[in-house]
C-alpha cells in the first residue's frame, strides 16, 4: 500500500469513528434516560427510577405545576392521586435520607423553573436532625447533572453504564409500566412487609435495662434543628403564592424505643417539635400529623424495618390528608406532642415487648 492510499485508508477510518461516535452521542441524548434534554419521545411514558441521576433533568424538563418531595419514606406515594385530587401535575422530587438542604437544593431548582402551586412533603424527623450541607453530587453523582450546559456531558454522552445498561432498563419497564406515572421511584416492588422482617433491624432482645436509659444533652443537634427549622420557614414564607402540605408519616415502634434505648428520644420529640410549631406559624403551611397513629406505629405487619411502611400507609395518607383528616393547628399541637410523650412511654415500657418478650 502506497503512501497515497495510506493516508485515504487513515480518512475513512478517522471518518468512519466520527460518525460512529456522532451516532453514539446522538443516541444517547435521543433517548436520553436521565432526561437531561427533554422529556420522553414518541409518546414514551417516563421511567422514573434513578432518582439522584434522574432528578435534575426532571426538575428542567418535565411539565409540571407541583412538587411531591421526601426522603424514601416518600418514593411509593402514587402522585397520580395527588393530580386527580387537587388538579395538578406533580412531580416527585425525592432524596434517599433526604436533609432539608438537599431537598430545599431541588425544590429552589423547580421554583426557578416555575412558579409552584402546591409542594406536598413528606418530613420525616431525621431531616430535621441532618446537617445543613448539600450532599447531592460528589464521587457518585457527577456534577454534570446539575449544570445547564452540554459542554460537561461527555460522559453522559459516551458512557457504557447509560448504553448498555439504562437505556435497555428504560425500554424494559416502559414496556412493563414500571415505575412510570404516579409510581415514579417507587421500591416496594418484590419487597416484603411484616413483622419478622421489621425486626430483623433491630435486635431489641439483646437489650437488657435495669433503669429507664438517661436521656442525653443534645446541644449540637439543638443547632443543627435550629438550622433546618429556620431554612423550612424561610422556603415557606419566601413563596406565599405556593400552598405546603406538610405529611408528618408513622414511624414503626422500633425507631422509637431505639430513640429511647440510646438516649435519644427526647431529641427527637424536640426536633419534630420545633419543626411544625414553626410550620404552623406559617399562612400558606398546612400539616398533618400520622405518628400518633397506633395502630400503625404498633403494628410491625407494615413495616420492612423501622422506618419504611408498606405503601398501603403512603395512599392511607393522602387520602386522609385529601379529606382534611389529621391536621393540625397551633392550638391542637400541644395535644399531640402530649399524645407523643404517652405514646412512645406506651411503646418502650409494653408494645415493644409484644414482639421481643420481657420479664
Known amino acids: 500500500m502506497d503512501e497515497a492510499e495510506k493516508k485515504k485508508a487513515l480518512k475513512r477510518l478517522l471518518i468512519l469513528t466520527g ?3 456522532i451516532l453514539i452521542a446522538f443516541f444517547v441524548w ?3 434516560p436521565f432526561y437531561q434534554y427533554h422529556a420522553p419521545f414518541f409518546g414514551m411514558d417516563a421511567v422514573l427510577n434513578d432518582r439522584d ?13 407541583s412538587v411531591l418531595a421526601g426522603s424514601s419514606l416518600a418514593e411509593n406515594f402514587d402522585s397520580a392521586f395527588l393530580d386527580g385530587t387537587y388538579g395538578c401535575s406533580t412531580l416527585k422530587v425525592v432524596r434517599a435520607s433526604g436533609s432539608v438542604a438537599d431537598l430545599l437544593y431541588y425544590l429552589e431548582m423547580a421554583q426557578e423553573e416555575r412558579e409552584l402551586r402546591n409542594v406536598f412533603w413528606c418530613l420525616d424527623i431525621a431531616s430535621v436532625c441532618a446537617p445543613t450541607e448539600v450532599t447531592l453530587y460528589g464521587e457518585d453523582i457527577p456534577r454534570y447533572l446539575h449544570t445547564d450546559t452540554i459542554l460537561d456531558d461527555l460522559p453522559y454522552l ?7 445498561e439504562k437505556i435497555p432498563v428504560m425500554l424494559a419497564s416502559a414496556h412493563e409500566g414500571i415505575n412510570t406515572g404516579g409510581q415514579a421511584y417507587n421500591w416496594a416492588r418484590n419487597k416484603q412487609f411484616g413483622a419478622q422482617w421489621a425486626m430483623r433491624a433491630y435486635d431489641r432482645g439483646s437489650v437488657t435495662l435495669q433503669e429507664p436509659p438517661v436521656q442525653r444533652a443534645y446541644d449540637h443537634e439543638a443547632w443543627l434543628i435550629a438550622s433546618n427549622v429556620a431554612l423550612l420557614k424561610e422556603e415557606v414564607t419566601s413563596h406565599p403564592r405556593t400552598r405546603y402540605r406538610f405529611l408528618i408519616p408513622p414511624l414503626s415502634l422500633l425507631w422509637w424505643d431505639c430513640a429511647y434505648v440510646n438516649g435519644e428520644l427526647e431529641m427527637r420529640i424536640y426536633a419534630l417539635d420545633q419543626a411544625v410549631s414553626a410550620l404552623l406559624t406559617c399562612e400558606n403551611a398546612e400539616v398533618y400529623y400520622f405518628q400518633n397513629e397506633e395502630s400503625i406505629v404498633c403494628n ?9 411502611y408498606s405503601p398501603d400507609i403512603n395512599q392511607y395518607m393522602l387520602e386522609r390528608m385529601a379529606a382534611g383528616e389529621n391536621r393540625v393547628d397551633e392550638e391542637n399541637w400541644g395535644q399531640a ?19 421481643y418478650g420481657g420479664d
Do not use: W
Open 158 to 164: 459516551y458512557n457504557k453504564e447509560v448504553l448498555m
Open 53 to 65: 441521576n434522574q432528578m435534575p433533568g426532571t426538575i428542567r424538563n418535565f411539565a409540571y405545576d
Open 300 to 308: 410491625l405487619d407494615y413495616y420492612m424495618d423501622m422506618v419504611h
Open 19 to 21: 460518525a460512529e461516535m
Open 337 to 355: 406532642v402530649a399524645g407523643l410523650r404517652e405514646l412512645t412511654a406506651y411503646i418502650s415500657e409494653e408494645a415493644v415487648y409484644g414482639y
Open 30 to 32: 435521543l433517548m436520553d
